[in-house]
T-cell receptor
Framework: DGGITQSPKYLFRKEGQNVTLSCEQN?????MYWYRQDPGQGLRLIYY???????QKGDIAEGYSVSREKKESFPLTVTSAQKNPTAFYLC????????????FGSGTRLTVV | AQKVTQAQTEISVVEKEDVTLDCVYE???????LFWYKQPPSGELVFLIR??????QNEISGRYSWNFQKSTSSFNFTITASQVVDSAVYFC???????????FGQGTRLTINP
């Protein structure tokens, strides 16, 4: 079955460490997105990518980095520059024209310890 | 610019009650699509419905129904005879033709009490 796989489901990070969240899709979707969700809050866009080797900053890109070397993969790195990284991170993908909406992964819950 | 407003932050009802979640959108484009997603406690957003701007026909799917009214820029979602399993956060979203991404509302947390 086609879908989006995010791993790991839970991630613990020590302060000062970089961590990378994985997002892989086998839907042949062109576009991919990363969202952050804090408890009781909505979705905030971190980065998105329309095509391979290209990506754009979203609303809260500071302290995060991404790469898009393959169509299927869009990993997100949470760097030590991100002051409050504890949150729920959702990856999504869509066809190029977005008119059919997004397919979401199951999310990664990141906690700084 | 596009905007989606879900004014109801939280709703709590007793099981079997009907409940309506409001969604108001703003866009100057004539061609656009509206969506509803459900986010259960597990976290993944699940697609519920997609509606294009040229189709104002209401839709019913089991206990779920959607009322799209262009005159009031609203796309409201009603759950009839609510069940505990309907407890979730519900997001309304909008995309216009040629846009690079969806615009989401802030979500409505729905709690169905037994």
């Amino acid at each position: 079955d086609g879908g989006i796989t995010q791993s790991p489901k839970y991630l613990f990070r020590k302060e000062g460490q970089n961590v990378t969240l994985s997002c892989e899709q086998n839907l042949n979707h062109d576009a991919m997105y990363w969202y952050r969700q804090d408890p009781g809050q909505g979705l905030r866009l971190i980065y998105y990518s329309q095509i391979v080797n290209d990506f754009q900053k979203g609303d809260i890109a500071e302290g995060y980095s991404v790469s898009r070397e393959k169509k299927e993969s869009f990993p997100l790195t949470v760097t030590s520059a991100q002051k409050n990284p504890t949150a729920f991170y959702l990856c999504a993908s869509s066809m190029a024209r977005h008119l059919y909406g997004y397919t979401f992964g199951s999310g990664t819950r990141l906690t700084v310890v | 610019a596009q905007k989606v407003t879900q004014a109801q932050t939280e709703i709590s009802v007793v099981e079997k009650e009907d409940v309506t979640l409001d969604c108001v959108y703003e866009t100057r484009d004539t061609t656009y699509y509206l969506f509803w997603y459900k986010q259960p406690p597990s976290g993944e957003l699940v697609f519920l419905i997609r509606r294009n701007s040229f189709d104002e026909q209401n839709e019913i799917s089991g206990r779920y129904s959607w009322n799209f009214q262009k005159s009031t820029s609203s796309f409201n979602f009603t759950i009839t005879a609510s069940q505990v399993v309907d407890s979730a956060v519900y997001f309304c979203a909008l995309v216009i033709q040629g846009a690079q991404k969806l615009v989401f509302g802030q979500g409505t947390r729905l709690t169905i009490n037994p």
